[in-house]
C-alpha cells in the first residue's frame, strides 16, 4: 500500500454519519484514497471524524471539491514512524496457532505456537487490526486441512500474512505491494523472523507483474486491502487461485461483506467461511476442483458452501 502522505478530515460527525459517510466513500468509485479510518474526537460529546489518506496533496483536493461538505480539512502526514511510535501502546494478538508482537514485546513470547514479529515502519499492516486476525484464524483453519504449496499475497503491507504462511507451511510464499517502502518493510521484517529464503517480495499493481502470472496458479491467496480494490481484482483474483484452493479476503466491514461475497460467487467461487471482529469481516472462499465423485456425481457451489458452514466464527 502506498505511503499515505496527506489526510483529508471530515470532523465533528455524530457515529452513524461517520460509519454512513465512510460507507459510502469506500463505494463510490469517484474517490481513490489508499485508506479511510472513523475515529472517536470527542466521547463526551459523541463527535467523530471520517479521514482519507492520500499519497499526494492534488487527490486530497480532487477529493475535497467532490465531498462538498465545509469544514473539511487537509493536512501532511508527519514524516515520522508513527505506527511504529503507537505500537507501545498495544498488547501481543493471539490467533489461532501465531501469537503476534511487536520488537517491544519480545520478551512476552509464548512457548509453543508461532511467533511473529512484526513491526511496520512506514507501511501499514501492524497486524493489531480486527481484519489481519481474521486472516490468521483462517490461515490457521487452512493448515489444519492440508497446508498450501503455492502462497500469494496482495497488498502485503508489512508481509505479517506471507510471512505466517511461509513461517507455518514450511513454503516459499510471493508477496505484492503497490507501495516499495512495504515491500522494504515485508523483505525485512521476514528476516527478523528467519524466512528470508521463503520471502519474495515484489513491487506490482494487480495481478498482471511477470512474476505474480509464472507463479500462477496458488494454492492460496490473501488480499487483504479494501473493498472498492477487492471488486476491481475480483476476476484476475478468482482466476489466479488453483483448483481446490482457498482465497482470503478482508479489509471489510460488516456493511460491505454481502457485496463481496456476491462478487466473488459470481466468478464461481465458494463462500467457505466468514469471520467478524468487531466491526470487521474476513471472507474465505474455495475454488471447487472438478472431480467425480462414487455415483457421478461433481460436487458445486452447494457442497463446498455446506462443508465450510459450520466454520463461521463471530465476535
Given at each position: 500500500?502506498?505511503?499515505?502522505?496527506?489526510?483529508?478530515?471530515?470532523?465533528?460527525?455524530?457515529?452513524?454519519?461517520?460509519?454512513?459517510?465512510?460507507?459510502?466513500?469506500?463505494?463510490?468509485?469517484?474517490?481513490?484514497?489508499?485508506?479511510?479510518?472513523?475515529?472517536?474526537?470527542?466521547?463526551?460529546?459523541?463527535?467523530?471524524?471520517?479521514?482519507?489518506?492520500?499519497?499526494?496533496?492534488?487527490?486530497?483536493?480532487?477529493?475535497?471539491?467532490?465531498?462538498?461538505?465545509?469544514?473539511?480539512?487537509?493536512?501532511?502526514?508527519?514524516?515520522?514512524?508513527?505506527?511504529?511510535?503507537?505500537?507501545?501502546?498495544?498488547?501481543?494478538?493471539?490467533?489461532?496457532?501465531?501469537?503476534?508482537?511487536?520488537?517491544?514485546?519480545?520478551?512476552?513470547?509464548?512457548?509453543?505456537?508461532?511467533?511473529?514479529?512484526?513491526?511496520?515502519?512506514?507501511?501499514?499492516?501492524?497486524?493489531?487490526?480486527?481484519?489481519?486476525?481474521?486472516?490468521?484464524?483462517?490461515?490457521?483453519?487452512?493448515?489444519?486441512?492440508?497446508?498450501?504449496?503455492?502462497?500469494?499475497?496482495?497488498?502485503?503491507?508489512?508481509?505479517?500474512?506471507?510471512?505466517?504462511?511461509a513461517k507455518?507451511?514450511?513454503?516459499?510464499?510471493?508477496?505484492?505491494?503497490?507501495?516499495?517502502?512495504?515491500?522494504?518493510?515485508?523483505?525485512?521484517?521476514?528476516?527478523?523472523?528467519?524466512?528470508?529464503?521463503?520471502?519474495r517480495a515484489?513491487?506490482?499493481?494487480?495481478?498482471?507483474?511477470?512474476?505474480?502470472?509464472?507463479?500462477?496458479?496458488?494454492?492460496?491467496?490473501?488480499?487483504?486491502?479494501?473493498?472498492?480494490?477487492?471488486?476491481?481484482?475480483?476476476?484476475?483474483?478468482?482466476?489466479?487461485?488453483?483448483?481446490?484452493?482457498?482465497?482470503?479476503?478482508?479489509?471489510?466491514?460488516?456493511?460491505?461483506?454481502?457485496?463481496?461475497?456476491?462478487?466473488?460467487?459470481?466468478r464461481g467461487?465458494?463462500?467457505?467461511?466468514?469471520?467478524?471482529?468487531?466491526?470487521?469481516?474476513?471472507?474465505?472462499?474455495?475454488?471447487?476442483?472438478?472431480?467425480?465423485?462414487?455415483?457421478?456425481?461433481?460436487?458445486?457451489?452447494?457442497?463446498?458452501?455446506?462443508?465450510?458452514?459450520?466454520?463461521?466464527?463471530?465476535?
Open positions: 500500500m502506498t505511503a499515505a502522505r496527506f489526510t483529508l478530515t471530515v470532523p465533528d460527525l455524530a457515529h452513524n454519519a461517520a460509519t454512513d459517510l465512510a460507507n459510502r466513500l469506500e463505494e463510490d468509485f469517484r474517490f481513490e484514497p489508499m485508506a479511510i479510518t472513523i475515529n472517536e474526537t470527542d466521547e463526551a460529546r459523541g463527535l467523530w471524524e471520517v479521514m482519507l489518506y492520500f499519497g499526494e496533496h492534488q487527490e486530497a483536493e480532487d477529493a475535497r471539491d467532490l465531498l462538498q461538505i465545509s469544514g473539511t480539512l487537509i493536512a501532511p502526514v508527519p514524516d515520522q514512524d508513527w505506527v511504529r511510535q503507537s505500537l507501545e501502546g498495544l498488547a501481543p494478538v493471539t490467533a489461532g496457532r501465531f501469537f503476534l508482537h511487536g520488537s517491544h514485546d519480545r520478551h512476552r513470547r509464548r512457548p509453543g505456537g508461532i511467533p511473529l514479529e512484526i513491526d511496520a515502519g512506514l507501511a501499514f499492516g501492524t497486524g493489531h487490526h480486527g481484519t489481519t486476525e481474521g486472516c490468521l484464524l483462517a490461515l490457521d483453519a487452512i493448515l489444519k486441512r492440508q497446508p498450501p504449496r503455492r502462497i500469494l499475497d496482495v497488498g502485503c503491507g508489512t508481509g505479517v500474512l506471507a510471512i505466517a504462511a507455518a507451511a514450511g513454503r516459499p510464499a510471493l508477496a505484492s505491494d503497490i507501495d516499495p517502502e512495504a515491500v522494504r518493510v515485508t523483505l525485512g521484517n521476514a528476516r527478523l523472523n528467519g524466512v528470508a529464503p521463503r520471502i515484489i513491487t506490482a499493481a494487480g495481478l498482471k507483474h511477470p512474476v505474480i502470472v509464472a507463479s500462477a496458479p496458488y494454492d492460496l491467496i490473501f488480499a487483504n486491502i479494501l473493498a472498492r480494490p477487492l471488486v476491481a481484482l475480483a476476476q484476475n483474483l478468482s482466476a489466479a487461485l488453483a483448483p481446490g484452493g482457498s482465497l482470503i479476503l478482508s479489509g471489510l466491514t460488516l456493511e460491505q461483506m454481502r457485496w463481496i461475497e456476491a462478487t466473488y460467487v459470481s467461487l465458494a463462500l467457505a467461511r466468514r469471520i467478524t471482529r468487531g466491526n470487521w469481516a474476513t471472507l474465505v472462499f474455495a475454488k471447487v476442483q472438478n472431480k467425480k465423485r462414487p455415483g457421478g456425481r461433481t460436487p458445486g457451489r452447494l457442497d463446498a458452501c455446506s462443508k465450510g458452514a459450520g466454520w463461521e466464527v463471530d465476535a
